[in-house]
């Protein structure tokens, strides 16, 4: 054998060995590929893509006011999606997703070089494609078996689907932090924008959250967020998808993250919650997964208006009140300097209350305060934004309440955009509006503020109404043979222990003055308690306590003693509300409901309200002329009683009501309407005690009322309601008076003293003497 051919045999076996080998490998790859690949999974979950969808709810406009679920996700099409926002993901993620095949053979054997060059593993190379599959099929395990059906499912992927509808998906699908899936989603919660107006800047910082939507987070670590947008931005300049010019201004563009999750276009979470409980109760079935849109009855403006009323009459109440002192205090010892991060971290876990914003104090002196406002910027206050706290700055103050280095404060603008020192309130308020015709909510405000109180004060709270229930006896006594001309006298009057079985009743005006005799329209525009007092005698409290039920108020808890008379049951802002829309439309009772419909994930009406309109004989609960003549004394109340300063305010004379305020001035109510709608506020505290010296309805509650209907009555022109037959007037001004006109030729109505039914006795437990 020649040395050649023994050479080329030392040389060639080995090869033909390696070759050999290697088609093995190739051989055995295709076996697992042709055993793998048919028992691949169906893509059926991305061609049908059903992701989960929140639960949402919208006011009858269209905005959203609610989400609940566990997912936070907003479907986009592709088409939809701004170029900015495609080419920062593609920069990010997958420049070549457009030319590979799913996994892009280019970009691994770049990671791989530029790992072994940086000497360890700091460069991955999955695609878009990829991300897909995995999202979808496969777990985060980092094993080779994973790698290699995520590799064929992305072929087979890529075989089934065009390249916009894999982007598509991974655009709705991918998770971005903060309960957000989908960059549609993440915009708004980030930024709180819709996709398509984000900027090159917002783009980039959304587009470096799918890496590590932890690690990346803009609320959580806005410096390493910050980071990872520098990068994409260069990326962007890089693949030629934004200039040089582009490129540094979107470096210097100041990113406004917001750091409250629950930010929707008005405030209306009480309503939003009571939707979500009517959604969920109707479709317990994925109730938080399957897309429902649920539709209120809620009108954005109006709901606005209300809120913000509402916040404004309980900001001016605590005002009114003193401020307390600081809410607490942090420890200071290891703060390095005013910029410290670990101040914004400990602010992170004071919530806002609306524009109530948590500030630390840096620095304290008798005329300034320097301090640290949540979000990051130092804020120096002197002059009149400090001097509502001015007491707390004093050397004398109560140590634990004092304002100094450490203390904890509330910042809010005042109305030239100016900050000044706040606190926030202890009262609780509520406010309901409703459309008399149909019984629609067109606003509903349960509380100061929902994230720091849930209680649902329309509905849940139970409270004495005080004077605000007296239209209902005056009601009565129209039913009995009086009318608003009737003369009672207003005189001091004592239910004797012997009536009482314990002890003597002595109640009183409160304001303390007796005019003798007046008429019915008078008194209540007055709001005189003892002649309240005298016409449930005269009619007696068991008819009255019957009657008021009428209105939708339960029995059991409006006993019927003479204390009814001034309001000492129990009520709630929603029964109110639905009681003067009797008055209001003429003597029906409607159904108060805050859910118009609900739709599914095809936008198709699943549930529907059915409710009964006001003129269906069905619900009237009152005859026709007796709603004329309350409301006719009701506005005098407005005009020249307890509750002038409403038609002085909104410079209108179709307006109706009645303040209320309990004994001690524990509630303030004003409850009233004009006949497009009825409304209804509340002031008090969640365990009762005194609001305060002439903290009466008129003062506490009604700017509430005045505030909403400003906004409600606006183009809304004035309007009265016609007089029903079967009425005859008589009299003229102020003292113009009707009666049933088959009472008019009969005896006049009983006088003071005359009722058949004598006074009732009183139980000692129900003992009360609310005022106006």
């Given at each position: 054998m020649s040395s050649f051919s023994l050479a080329a045999r030392i040389v060639l076996s080995p090869l033909i060995i390696l070759l050999g080998l290697v088609a093995i490998g190739i051989a055995m790859v295709l076996i697992?590929?042709?055993?793998?690949?048919?028992?691949?999974?169906?893509?059926?979950?991305?061609?049908?893509?059903?992701?989960?969808?929140?639960?949402?709810?919208?006011?009858?406009?269209?905005?959203?006011?609610?989400?609940?679920?566990?997912?936070?996700?907003?479907?986009?099409?592709?088409?939809?999606?701004?170029?900015?926002?495609?080419?920062?993901?593609?920069?990010?993620?997958?420049?070549?997703?457009?030319?590979?095949?799913?996994?892009?053979?280019?970009?691994?054997?770049?990671?791989?070089?530029?790992?072994?060059?940086?000497?360890g593993k700091r460069q991955g190379a999955s695609t878009i494609t990829q991300q897909v599959a995995r999202n979808f099929f496969l777990s985060g395990e980092k094993t080779y078996t994973r790698k290699l059906y995520e590799a064929l499912l992305s072929f087979k992927i890529e075989n089934n689907l065009t390249k916009d509808q894999i982007l598509e998906l991974y655009i709705n699908q991918i998770f971005l932090g903060q309960r957000a899936y989908g960059f549609a989603a993440a915009s708004q919660i980030y930024f709180g924008k819709p996709l398509k107006d984000i900027s090159i800047a917002e783009a980039a910082m959304l587009a470096g959250l799918p890496k590590a939507p932890s690690a990346y987070n803009p609320i959580v670590n806005p410096k390493r967020a910050k980071i990872r947008q520098q990068y994409v931005l260069r990326r962007m300049r890089e693949l030629g998808y934004i200039t040089e010019v582009q490129f540094e201004s979107a470096l210097k563009e100041p990113l406004i993250v917001k750091r409250e999750l629950a930010d929707y276009a008005v405030h209306a979470e009480h309503a939003a919650e009571m939707a979500r409980q009517i959604a969920a109760e109707r479709f317990p079935e994925d109730v938080y997964s399957r897309g429902l849109k649920v539709y209120t009855t809620l009108v954005k403006a109006e709901q606005e208006a209300a809120y913000l009323s509402l916040r404004r009459g309980v900001m001016d109440y605590d005002r009114r009140h003193g401020y307390r002192g600081a809410e607490s205090y942090l420890d200071l010892k290891e703060i390095t300097s005013d910029q410290d991060e670990a101040i914004d971290e400990a602010l992170q876990d004071i919530a806002d209350a609306g524009d109530l914003i948590p500030a630390l104090v840096l620095a304290a002196?008798?005329?300034?305060?320097?301090?640290?406002?949540?979000?990051?910027?130092?804020?120096?206050?002197?002059?009149?934004?400090?001097?509502?706290?001015?007491?707390?700055?004093?050397?004398?103050?109560?140590?634990?309440?004092?304002?100094?280095?450490?203390?904890?404060?509330?910042?809010?603008?005042?109305?030239?955009?100016?900050?000044?020192?706040?606190?926030?309130?202890?009262?609780?308020?509520?406010?309901?509006?409703?459309?008399?015709?149909?019984?629609?909510?067109?606003?509903?405000?349960?509380?100061?503020?929902?994230?720091?109180?849930?209680?649902?004060?329309?509905?849940?709270?139970?409270?004495?109404?005080?004077?605000?229930?007296?239209?209902?006896?005056?009601?009565?006594?129209?039913?009995?043979?009086?009318?608003?001309?009737?003369?009672?006298?207003?005189?001091?009057?004592?239910?004797?222990?012997?009536?009482?079985?314990?002890?003597?009743?002595?109640?009183?005006?409160?304001?303390?003055?007796?005019?003798?005799?007046?008429?019915?329209?008078?008194?209540?525009?007055?709001?005189?308690?003892?002649?309240?007092?005298?016409?449930l005698q005269a009619i007696g409290p068991h008819f009255a306590q019957d009657y008021a039920s009428r209105f939708g108020f339960d029995a059991e808890k409006h006993p019927p003693y003479l204390t009814m008379a001034l309001g000492a049951g129990s009520v709630t802002p929603w029964q109110m509300v639905t009681a003067y829309s009797v008055f209001a439309n003429g003597g029906y009772r409607i159904k108060p409901f805050v859910v118009r419909e609900i739709r599914n994930e095809a936008n198709e009406v699943i549930a529907q309200s059915a409710q009964v309109p006001a003129g269906e004989d069905s619900i009237r609960v009152i005859d026709p002329r007796n709603a004329f003549m309350m409301d006719s004394m009701l506005r005098d109340v407005t005009i020249y009683g307890t509750a002038a300063k409403a038609s002085v305010a909104l410079k209108r004379q179709d307006l109706a009501g009645k303040t209320g305020t309990t004994n001690e001035y524990v509630d303030a109510w004003f409850c009233g309407y004009q006949m497009t709608v009825s409304a209804c506020a509340w002031v008090g505290f969640d365990q009762p005690k005194k609001l305060g010296d002439k903290e009466t309805g008129g003062a506490a509650a009604l700017p509430i009322w005045i505030g909403y209907m400003g906004r409600a009555l606006k183009d809304v022109p004035v309007q009265t309601p016609t007089m029903p037959e079967g009425i005859t007037t008589f009299g003229s001004g102020r003292e113009r008076s009707y009666i049933y006109t088959e009472n008019a030729a009969k005896e006049p109505p009983p006088e003071e003293g005359s009722a058949e039914t004598p006074p009732t006795v009183v139980d000692p437990a129900h003992l009360a003497h609310p005022s106006d």
């Open positions: 697992v590929l042709a055993l793998a690949y048919p028992n691949l999974p169906s893509l059926e979950v991305l061609t049908d893509y059903r992701p989960k969808i929140p639960l949402r709810v919208f006011t009858s406009d269209g905005y959203l006011i609610g989400e609940f679920g566990e997912e936070r996700r907003a479907v986009v099409s592709i088409q939809d999606v701004p170029p900015v926002m495609k080419n920062a993901i593609l920069a990010a993620e997958d420049d070549r997703f457009y030319q590979h095949g799913g996994v892009d053979y280019i970009g691994i054997l770049r990671a791989a070089a530029a790992n072994l060059a940086g000497g002196e008798a005329k300034q305060i320097r301090a640290y406002r949540k979000g990051g910027e130092i804020v120096t206050l002197g002059g009149d934004a400090i001097k509502f706290a001015a007491k707390m700055l004093d050397d004398k103050a109560p140590p634990n309440k004092r304002i100094k280095r450490g203390a904890i404060i509330r910042l809010q603008k005042d109305d030239k955009g100016n900050w000044q020192i706040s606190q926030l309130p202890e009262v609780e308020s509520a406010f309901v509006a409703v459309d008399p015709k149909d019984g629609a909510i067109r606003a509903l405000v349960g509380g100061f503020d929902f994230n720091r109180n849930k209680f649902n004060h329309v509905t849940q709270a139970w409270r004495q109404p005080g004077s605000s229930f007296k239209p209902f006896i005056y009601s009565a006594a129209l039913e009995k043979g009086f009318h608003p001309g009737s003369v009672i006298n207003d005189e001091p009057i004592v239910i004797s222990a012997s009536q009482t079985g314990s002890q003597a009743w002595e109640p009183h005006n409160y304001d303390g003055k007796y005019e003798g005799p007046m008429s019915m329209r008078t008194a209540l525009a007055k709001s005189k308690n003892m002649v309240s007092i005298r016409i």
